[in-house]
């Protein structure tokens, strides 16, 4: 047997020029056109999604451009194998399976010979598709980089209450000195952030009203309480829950998550439960006019512990 009769081309059954090899498609250049046409618009898509991800765009943008992505190069890769390819059928007889050097050099030949006019002769669409991966790579590392988020620096330390800070409710209306009898609780925000997510969040204070004479929950807080009002940070120093059940009877505030409870005539120190530390204390003044304010934001980070708590 010829060394030429035994490369796998022909052991299966097939000469060089053989017909099975050929495109399926009539007209190649036209199908390679087309599919160089899907993978363009495929790879806009991808970038196009990796910019809309990086603003921050709609949901619906956000899936039709990574579906538009993954539909129009998935459109190209299958047309390429389906009508670019060597059509086949191919049937390999029966042979030793290992192929001696002499197998090996031929076949290296027909892949030289062959390949480059079945293979080789479509560097664009090549180029085309490791673009739209290599994009599509680059793509899939914005979720990653961009849900890390921006780097939290202060915030974690301060809240939005300053100097000055007016108490208002959830409806924004100011908080009067005779608005509250004693035992009564409500949810105060520093005015301008009572609608706002952090707001929401941080801000989120119980204001109580345990008697109508100054009242000193600390040493050193001779004047936090005005008129009998103490008010405390409402995040939870567990894990966070809002801690917004008052239990008159024993001035307690209790968090509905894990009961801690917080004793508000002491500084709210944990009595009960695993919360490590007592609520934050906000210091308050009534101007003027009557209207309750804060006389400077927290003085510790408020909500449960963090990595950089110990700096506090
Ligand atoms: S979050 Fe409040 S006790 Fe767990």
């Not at 090899?21 to 190649?28: F, K, Q, V, Y």
């Not at 560097?123 to 988020?149: D, E, Q, Y």
């Not at 998550?257 to 009534?286: E, K, W």
Request: some cysteine.
């Amino acid at each position: 047997m010829s060394d030429e009769s035994r490369t796998p081309v022909a052991l299966a059954g097939l000469r060089a020029d053989d017909p099975h090899l050929e495109p399926s498609a009539r007209n190649p250049h036209v199908v390679e056109a087309v599919i160089a046409a899907l993978m363009v618009v495929g790879t806009l898509c991808t970038a196009g999604f990796g910019a809309a991800f990086w603003v921050n765009a709609k949901p619906w943008i956000l899936g039709a451009t990574l579906g538009g992505g993954l539909l129009f190069l998935g459109l190209g890769l299958i047309a390429w194998g389906k009508y670019l390819m060597p059509r086949g059928p191919f049937v390999e007889e029966r042979h030793p399976l290992a192929n001696d050097e002499v197998e090996r050099e031929a076949l290296a030949s027909v892949l030289v010979d062959r390949g480059a006019s079945i293979i080789k002769r479509r560097p664009l669409l090549g180029g085309l598709l490791g673009g739209g991966m290599g994009i599509f790579g680059i793509v899939a590392l914005f979720p990653l980089l961009r849900s890390l988020g921006p780097l939290p620096k202060g915030t974690l330390f301060h809240t939005d209450w300053r100097k000055g800070s007016y108490l208002v409710d959830q409806t924004g209306r100011r908080i009067f000195e005779g608005d509250l009898a004693v035992g009564s609780i409500v949810t105060v925000f520093p005015e301008g952030t009572e609608n706002t997510d952090r707001g929401q969040a941080v801000d989120q204070t119980v204001l109580i009203r345990l008697s109508n004479e100054n009242y000193v929950t600390q040493k050193g807080r001779a004047t936090w309480g005005p008129k009998g009002y103490v008010a405390y940070s409402k995040l939870c120093t567990h894990l966070g829950c809002p801690v917004g059940l008052y239990e008159q009877q024993l001035q307690m505030l209790v968090c509905p998550c894990h009961q801690s409870m917080f004793n508000v005539t002491d500084g709210a120190i944990p009595t009960f439960g695993p919360a490590p530390r007592p609520l934050p204390q906000l210091p308050l003044y009534i101007d003027a006019e009557g209207y309750l304010r804060a006389q400077a934001d927290y003085d510790q980070p408020v909500g449960p512990g963090f990595w950089e708590r110990g700096r506090s």
